[in-house]
C-alpha cells in the first residue's frame, strides 16, 4: 500500500530502501485468522469515519514503528498530508483533507523520569554513578497533557524495562509522593507499580469517550545473545508454531522471554478497566524474518548497535497491526 518513498519513513526501518534481502518473501506472508476476516484497511473510508477526530500513540520505539505503519498507510488518502508536532509530540501527520491528527508522544517508562548524579547516600556504593529518579504516580511530560486532544489512543511500554538499559550503576529507583518507595522496588516491581499508577491516571483524567488500547509486547527474536551481545535475527522464513515455546515461553529463560511475560502483568492489571487489550504478540511471534537485523541505513551502525531484531522492517509486520487497530476503532465508532 505504501513504499520506500513514504515521507513518514524512519530511515533503520525502510528495508527495500536499504537493500534488505528476501523482501518481496518477507512481504508475501499475510496473517489470517482463524474464525474471522481481515481485511487490509481501507484508507480513505477510515479516514472519513475519523474526521475530525484525532489519534495518539504513547510509548517507546515500538509504538512509533506502529504509528510509522499508520502514517504511510493513511497517506494513500491524503497525498496532502503534513509533518505534525506539537502538544508535547515526537512525530505525528497532519491529514488536512480530513482535519485528522495522528502522533506519537515518546515516554519510554510512561512515567517521569529523569537523571540524578548527585545522591550523596548512594556516592560510590556498588559502583552507582547516579540514578534515574522514576516517579511512579506522575506520568511523563511527553503526554501530560493530552487528554482533551484524542479520540482514539494507544499506550505501551517493556522494551526499557531491563539491565541492559539500566544497569546497576545507573540505576532506577522509584519514587512516589515525591519520596523514595521503600523497601526500594527491583526493575519488575517498579514496572508493575508504574503500570498500575499510569492506567490509574489515564482512568482518572481522561474522558470516558476516548477510545482507549494498550497494546501488549511486540516480541523479539535475538538468536545467540542480547542485542548488545551479538543477538541475531538473520532468517529468511518465518518461525514454525512447534519452535515458539522454545523462544518465547519464560520458563525456558531465553533472551526473548519478557514479552509473554510482561503481556501478563499488563492483562492482570487492566482487568476492571476501560482500557482495551490490543493483543498483537501470537501473530508477530512467527516473524523472525522480518526485523532489519543488518540493513539499517547507515555505515557501521550494526558495529555501534548490534543488528535490530527488536524494530520492524515497514512495509512489514505492523502493517498487518494497522489492519487490526482500524478494524476495532471502526467497530467501536460505528457502534456507539
Not at 509504538?63 to 515526537?90: I, P, Q
Not at 482533551?148 to 546497576?168: I, M, Q
Request: include cysteine.
Amino acid at each position: 500500500m505504501y513504499d520506500s518513498t513514504c515521507p513518514f519513513h524512519r530511515n533503520a526501518w525502510n528495508c527495500i530502501k536499504n537493500q534488505r534481502e528476501n523482501m518481496g518473501r518477507i512481504n508475501s506472508w499475510k496473517w489470517v485468522p482463524e474464525s474471522c476476516d481481515l481485511n487490509r484497511v481501507d484508507p480513505d473510508g477510515f479516514l472519513n469515519l475519523m474526521r475530525n477526530k484525532n489519534i495518539g500513540f504513547v510509548g517507546d520505539s515500538l509504538n512509533e514503528n506502529f504509528l510509522v505503519s499508520f502514517l504511510c498507510t493513511l497517506r494513500v488518502a491524503d497525498a496532502g498530508a503534513k509533518k505534525w508536532k506539537r502538544k508535547g509530540a515526537w512525530r505525528g501527520a497532519y491529514f488536512p483533507k480530513f482535519n485528522v491528527t495522528v502522533g506519537y508522544h515518546r515516554a519510554v517508562l510512561l512515567a517521569k523520569y529523569e537523571w540524578q548524579t548527585k545522591q550523596p547516600e548512594l556516592a560510590g556504593k556498588n559502583g552507582v554513578k547516579g540514578i534515574y529518579r522514576v516517579d511512579v504516580d506522575i506520568p511523563a511530560d511527553d503526554w501530560a497533557n493530552v487528554a482533551d486532544f484524542y479520540s482514539v489512543l494507544v499506550f505501551n511500554t517493556g522494551h526499557w524495562w531491563g539491565y541492559d538499559k539500566f544497569p546497576k550503576e545507573t540505576p532506577l529507583v522509584f519514587f512516589k509522593g515525591g519520596r523514595p518507595i521503600h523497601p526500594p522496588l527491583e526493575m519488575s516491581d517498579g514496572l508493575k507499580v508504574v503500570v498500575q499508577n499510569m492506567v490509574a491516571h489515564v482512568e482518572k483524567v481522561f474522558p470516558k469517550k476516548v477510545l482507549k488500547f494498550w497494546r501488549l509486547q511486540s516480541p523479539r527474536h535475538f538468536y545467540g545473545g542480547e542485542w548488545n551481545q551479538n543477538g541475531s535475527c538473520l532468517f529468511d522464513q518465518p518461525l514454525e508454531e512447534v519452535q515458539l515455546d522454545s523462544w518465547f515461553d519464560p520458563s525456558n529463560n531465553g533472551v526473548n522471554k519478557e514479552a509473554r511475560k510482561l503481556n501478563h502483568l499488563i492483562e492482570e492489571t487492566l482487568k476492571g478497566t476501560s482500557i482495551r487489550t490490543l493483543d498483537l504478540t501470537h501473530l508477530s511471534e512467527f516473524r523472525a524474518d522480518a526485523h532489519p537485523a543488518i540493513w539499517l541505513g547507515k555505515k557501521d551502525a550494526v558495529a555501534v548497535w548490534g543488528q535490530d531484531c527488536m524494530h520492524w522492517c515497514l512495509p512489514g509486520v505492523p502493517d498487518t497491526w494497522v489492519d487490526i487497530l482500524t478494524q476495532l476503532i471502526s467497530y467501536n465508532l460505528e457502534m456507539g
